[in-house]
């Protein structure tokens, strides 16, 4: 496994496991209130889940060698990175206060990782393919 050949297979399991740990830590939404869990808590579990499949995308496009598996793991990371964009609030709600925790630090941190990701496996995903259709 060469390392300088997957710098974009790294860069995208780096930022998919920051999104997965860091929406259960760092800018993880607002805490329960009295054993009751608000909405963000809903949204924060998707980001999760989301945030595990595409870490283990990016570890199976780092592991598997052949490049036109490699850049389907890309466009797939590309895609579910560019949609938890819209997840928070959008598509599921989050607390109804703007000055909530959901809405300052949470769904601005998902937003710009997930931007970062759908960049960095879009790039990937785009060389990827120029270089498939140079082989044959």
């Known amino acids: 496994m060469k390392l300088k050949g997957n710098?974009?297979?790294?860069?995208e399991a780096v930022l998919a496991l920051l999104l997965t740990v860091g929406s259960l830590?760092?800018?993880?939404?607002?805490?329960?209130?009295?054993?009751?869990?608000?909405?963000?808590h809903w949204a924060q579990n998707a980001v999760t889940?989301?945030?595990?499949?595409?870490?283990?995308?990016?570890?199976l496009r780092i592991v598997i060698r052949n490049k036109?598996?490699?850049?389907?793991?890309?466009?797939?990371?590309?895609?579910?990175?560019?949609?938890?964009?819209i997840l928070p609030k959008t598509v599921?709600?989050?607390?109804?206060?703007?000055?909530?925790r959901c809405h300052?630090?949470?769904?601005?941190?998902?937003?710009?990782?997930?931007?970062l990701l759908a960049a960095v496996s879009g790039i990937?995903?785009?060389t990827g393919l120029i270089r498939t259709g140079k082989d044959k």
């Open 68 to 85: 036109g598996v490699g850049t389907g793991l890309s466009l797939g990371i590309f895609t579910l990175a560019a949609s938890l964009t």
């Open 124 to 126: 990937d995903a785009a």
């Open 49 to 59: 889940l989301a945030g595990t499949v595409l870490t283990v995308q990016s570890l």
């Open 104 to 115: 300052t630090v949470f769904r601005p941190a998902v937003i710009v990782i997930s931007v």
């Open 7 to 11: 710098a974009a297979g790294i860069a």
């Open 25 to 40: 830590t760092v800018f993880r939404a607002c805490d329960s209130a009295e054993g009751r869990y608000m909405a963000c």
């Open 92 to 100: 599921i709600s989050l607390c109804m206060m703007e000055t909530m």
